[in-house]
């Protein structure tokens, strides 16, 4: 089993639509949990970061943390063509090593 | 600006070559990252290093080899490419060492097919 699960979709929403992501892991060791979004043939880059658990906002961006549940969500507002993207979750161990989830494509449809 | 720049784009190799992918960062970061990215797999850790010359093995490393002579160059190296090596490569880097929530700069990937 890996240790972050993440279902890959794709996932496609209209334009305007609320995006909802979501990982879970099994470690209650993980410590700092972000996501990265990876646009086609480029490399992935950093989101959002959080550490506790909560809400981040960032914008049209909400990273959600539930460590009881060891449940993390995004949620895009007002989703936008431009937000077409795979997007990974991504949790640190205790040794600061990164273990990524499969990735999300979302599309958003004008 | 921040930049990973990595040699190749696109890499056509046969089974049993030796194949180089190079990585560069202009960033004096301390850490460079390997790794393999596959469908429905995400991104998978071969080898990591935090110092010239110092080399981690990841969560893959068997089949590959790196080499950091450089602070700035990390070098991934497939001995004998076999074709369940084909996959993209994306090389990463970052400023601290085991730091939680320093952030990891990626290049632009290297999709390599073995024939």
């Known amino acids: 089993q890996k240790e972050v699960e993440q279902d890959p979709g794709p996932l496609s929403v209209p334009e305007g639509a609320i995006v909802s992501l979501n990982c879970t892991y099994s470690?209650?060791?993980?410590?700092?949990f972000m996501w990265y979004r990876q646009y086609s043939r480029k490399g992935p880059e950093l989101l959002m970061y959080?550490?506790?658990?909560g809400n981040k906002e960032d914008g049209r961006f909400t990273a959600q943390v539930d460590k009881s549940s060891k449940y993390i969500s995004l949620f895009i507002r007002d989703s936008q063509p431009s937000d077409s993207a795979t997007y990974l979750c991504?949790?640190?161990?205790?040794?600061?090593?990164?273990?990524f989830g499969a990735g999300t494509q979302v599309v958003v449809t004008p | 600006d921040v930049k990973v720049t990595q040699s190749s784009r696109y890499l056509v190799k046969r089974t049993g070559e030796k194949v180089f992918l190079e990585c560069v960062q202009d960033m004096d970061h301390e850490n460079m990252f390997w790794y393999r990215q596959d469908p429905g797999l995400g991104l998978r850790l071969i080898y990591f290093?935090?110092?010239?010359?110092?080399?981690e093995k990841g969560d893959i490393p068997e089949g590959y080899s790196v080499s950091r002579e450089k602070k700035e160059r990390f070098s991934l190296i497939l001995e004998s490419a076999s074709t369940n090596q084909t996959s993209m490569y994306l090389c990463a880097s970052s400023l601290l060492s085991g730091g939680s929530t320093d952030t990891q700069y990626f290049g632009p990937g290297t999709r390599l097919t073995v024939l």
């Open positions: 959080t550490y506790s658990s």
């Open positions: 290093s935090y110092d010239v010359k110092m080399k």
């Open positions: 991504a949790i640190t161990d205790s040794w600061g090593k990164l273990q």
């Open positions: 470690n209650s060791a993980f410590q700092y």
